[in-house]
């Protein structure tokens, strides 16, 4: 049997420590005390196997988000075997047990939270960059597809503007035959007219025959020719050019 009598340094008062000392040296079966100093370390006596001790030794240097141990000064020498156990001193003003293991257990929450705030993290990078491609995607196929439909409607617009052209076209050499049968009829009208000039009589009733006529076919033409242009001003106002 030896006796272990260390000095501790470092933030180790008012954080828990020695609560967790206790608890790590009755697991090892040791006897001893642990106490604060005045001067701001930690006394520490352990008595019990060697092979106990520098498991214990090494224990002792505790080093987390509430506890950290700078230094620990320590000797050996024979055990006294004055201690039943291994408990804490405390004296008029410290914390009592129920406050160290609060310590400890706000450390362990602490550390909980750095955790949880790393994967929280880590979440929300993995999705804005997920996101982030989606998006990028997705303005990539809306792009491909407002160029197909671009593609698409100016070729449907460059095929109407064809065939309204053709029509016009056709509508006009329409007309322009229709005028020139117009004149080629008054011509032929003109030279019946010179031929029955001896007749008054029967001239005034094929005059007048030849004149309903002419209003007859004037009319129809006339009547074609609206037709024909009403048709023109339903095709530009439909396009919107009217």
């Known amino acids: ?105 706000l450390k362990d929450l602490i550390v909980a939270v750095n955790n949880m705030n790393e994967n929280l993290g880590g979440k929300m990078d993995r999705m804005e960059k997920n996101l982030g491609g989606k998006i990028d995607r997705m303005n990539e196929n809306l792009g491909g597809k407002m160029d197909r439909m671009e593609e698409n409607l100016g070729g449907k617009i460059d095929r109407m503007e064809e065939n309204l052209g053709g029509k016009i076209d056709q509508m006009n050499e329409n007309l322009g035959g229709k005028m020139d049968r117009m004149l080629d009829k008054q011509d032929e009208l003109l030279v019946e ?36 242009m009403a048709e023109v001003k339903a095709a530009l106002r439909a396009k919107g050019i009217i």
Not at 10 to 23: F, N
Not at 64 to 93: C, M, P, Q, R, W
Not at 193 to 204: A, E, T
């Open 193 to 228: 007219v010179k031929d029955i000039g001896q007749k008054q009589d029967d001239l005034l009733v094929e005059v007048k025959d030849v004149n309903r006529k002419f209003d007859k076919v004037l009319d129809k033409d006339i009547a074609e020719l609206k037709g024909d």
């Open 1 to 105: 049997m030896k006796k272990l009598t260390a000095y501790v340094s470092g933030r180790v008062q008012e954080v828990g420590y020695r609560g967790r000392v206790v608890d790590m040296a009755k697991a090892l079966g040791l006897k001893g005390m642990i106490e604060n100093l005045w001067d701001g370390r930690v006394k520490i006596i352990a008595e019990g196997d060697d092979e106990k001790l520098k498991w214990f030794e090494s224990a002792m240097d505790l080093k987390n988000t509430l506890i950290h141990v700078s230094s620990i000064d320590k000797e050996y020498s024979a055990a006294s075997g004055e201690f039943d156990d291994f408990g804490k001193l405390v004296t008029k003003g410290e914390t009592d047990t129920r406050l160290d293991t609060a310590a400890s257990y």
